[in-house]
């Protein structure tokens, strides 16, 4: 098992940069790096969508609305996952979750969480 913990949200123009962080405890006789780890996000009035995912080998996977755009990292010595968001669009204001699922293997971003975090704001401006 495995709590999650978002930081980083915030309100930007168009055009601008944030970072999201996400802080990862393990628990239950398991480890951060047992986990495929991603980012899901959640517009006002639309589904879930995962945005990006990273093995614990560091293989990244995109939704393809944001490659180019975001750059997801994933520090396996701090139990901690960056999500670099540039170029920011009025279309990726969301409430962004932190998210993991148990697997030692492939990691993609339209997997089936099974943990998440509280959520953090972002909102872009036009």
């Known amino acids: 098992q495995v709590q999650l913990e978002e930081s980083g949200g915030g309100s930007v123009q168009a055009g601008g940069s944030l970072t999201l962080s996400c802080e990862a405890s393990?628990?239950?006789?398991?480890?951060?790096?047992?986990?495929?780890m991603g980012w899901v996000r959640e517009a006002p009035g639309k589904k879930r969508e995962g945005v990006a995912a990273?093995?614990?080998?560091?293989?990244?996977s995109y939704l393809d609305a944001v490659k180019g755009r975001f750059t997801v990292s994933r520090d396996n010595a701090k139990n901690t996952m960056i999500l670099q968001m540039n170029s920011l669009e009025s279309e990726d204001t969301a409430t962004y979750y932190c998210?993991?699922?148990?697997?030692?293997?492939?990691?993609?971003?339209?997997?089936?969480?099974?943990?998440w975090g509280k959520g953090t704001s972002v909102t872009i401006s036009s």
């Open positions: 990273a093995a614990k080998d560091g293989t990244t």
């Open positions: 998210a993991a699922v148990s697997s030692w293997g492939p990691c993609e971003y339209f997997y089936e969480w099974h943990y």
């Open positions: 393990a628990y239950g006789g398991t480890e951060y790096t047992d986990y495929c």
